[in-house]
């Protein structure tokens, strides 16, 4: 996942050169997708006003399945709040709560506060703590020295009082196991697996432990990723931020296309190659979800409409550099073309890539047709009021 900031979320991927794996036997295929996935953001609340009461008002919580909330902390090889003032200490006023009831003095506070009221709204919706993210996972490779100890900590913390019953599970956000990130661990190809299978003994059969994965081949190869599987409810596969404004000036590049298109940089980065390197590797297709992003990434300096162009720089973002929001992106540069089964932009001298519904609908038949366990987006601060994004995914998944 993208953590603010997030331009060096761009390096991730370095140019693999193993081939495409074949396709999976369709003997191989699970049963239908099902599971509609999002990250809820902390630092959302702030700046971008994003708040748990929009996942509600915007009928997002009423299509979801899951809600993941990112990130808490690994440190010391334990588990710890992320923000604690946004999780757990940020009075909400009546206008910005769930239930439209100010926060009190002795209740609790914060996203947690307000995910407890979501969570009463929607009784369906299952609530996940991820921790790490591209700027957090440091901490994994000392976890993983102490597997036990680890997941000790981290039941420990799902179980403090303040908030205990709200969160099902646990979201392994490490990046990446065996191999580079913002840092590179060494950890060994086993160290993910022992992680999770160390929560599953800690948790029980019945709490949903999932684990983001890299879109890449190579990292991909770093690590027994069946072996993660067996212990985890499901492995979320980061299939986007393929490219982008960090290899400027350019080719431009769609970030998260599904499939190869004529010219693409590299035949590898894309979700289809990287879904089919799991399940080659022996992921069942059932615990595979496919990852959406809900922004897009962009150039400026352009002058040519289809990708390949040259660039002068990153076009410029609300937030970063590069990067905007979906729900800006539709209204300041609207979709001119499609490639790989996504959505690019050119509008004056800037050209984006991001998914629209219609691009969204289409990588959900996909999951559909591959009998992946769902999908998953990244994060639910870009999508519209009326959340269009989510509807896609569950409309899409639905069939």
């Excluded at 999002?38 to 509600?56: L, N």
């Excluded at 420990?156 to 065996?178: C, K």
């Excluded at 929001?325 to 996504?342: H, I, N, Q």
């Amino acid at each position: 996942m993208r953590v603010v900031p997030v331009l060096a979320a761009i390096a991730l991927l370095s140019g693999c050169a193993i081939p495409p794996a074949p396709p999976p036997a369709p003997s191989a295929r699970a049963a239908p997708a099902s599971r509609v996935v999002a990250y809820f953001a902390d630092w959302g609340v702030y700046g971008r006003d994003f708040q748990v009461r929009d996942v509600d008002a915007s009928g997002a919580a009423d299509r979801l399945t899951h809600l993941v909330y990112a990130f808490g902390k690994v440190t010391g090889g334990t588990c710890a709040p992320g923000d604690a003032w946004a999780a757990f200490g940020k009075p909400y006023s009546a206008a910005d709560s769930v239930d439209g009831v100010a926060d009190g003095t002795q209740e609790l506070r914060g996203t947690f506060g307000q995910l407890r009221k979501l969570k009463a709204r929607h009784p369906h919706l299952r609530l996940l703590w991820s921790f790490g993210g591209w700027t957090g996972s440091d901490g994994y490779s000392e976890a993983a020295r102490d597997p036990a100890r680890f997941a000790r900590s981290c039941a420990a913390l799902l179980r403090d009082p303040r908030w205990a019953g709200l969160f099902d599970g646990i979201d392994v956000d490490w990046e990446y196991p065996n191999a580079c990130g913002l840092k590179c661990d060494r950890s060994g190809p086993l160290a993910l697996g022992g992680l999770l299978g160390a929560l599953r003994a800690e948790l029980g059969p019945d709490a949903v432990i999932t684990a983001a994965v890299p879109g890449d081949l190579g990292k991909l190869a770093a690590t027994d990723y069946a072996g993660a599987g067996r212990a985890a409810t499901w492995l979320s596969a980061m299939t986007y931020d393929f490219f982008g404004t960090g290899d400027t000036p350019g080719p431009t590049a769609p970030h998260a296309a599904l499939t190869a298109y004529p010219g693409i940089p590299r035949e590898t980065a894309t979700a289809d190659a990287a879904v089919r390197r799991l399940l080659a590797l022996g992921v069942p297709p059932g615990k595979v979800l496919l990852g959406v992003g809900f922004y897009g990434r962009g150039w400026s300096g352009v002058t040519s409409a289809a990708p390949g162009g040259r660039a002068r720089g990153a076009a410029a973002g609300s937030h970063e550099k590069g990067v905007e929001d979906y729900d800006v992106l539709r209204e300041k540069c609207p979709p001119t073309g499609t490639a790989g089964g996504t959505a690019y932009a050119f509008c004056g001298d800037q050209w984006w890539s991001y998914d629209t519904p219609e691009t969204i609908k289409s990588k959900m038949a996909y999951a559909r047709s591959n009998g992946l366990g769902g999908a998953f987006a990244w994060e639910l601060s870009g999508d519209t009021p009326d959340a269009q994004l989510v509807r896609a995914m569950a409309d899409g998944l639905s069939g």
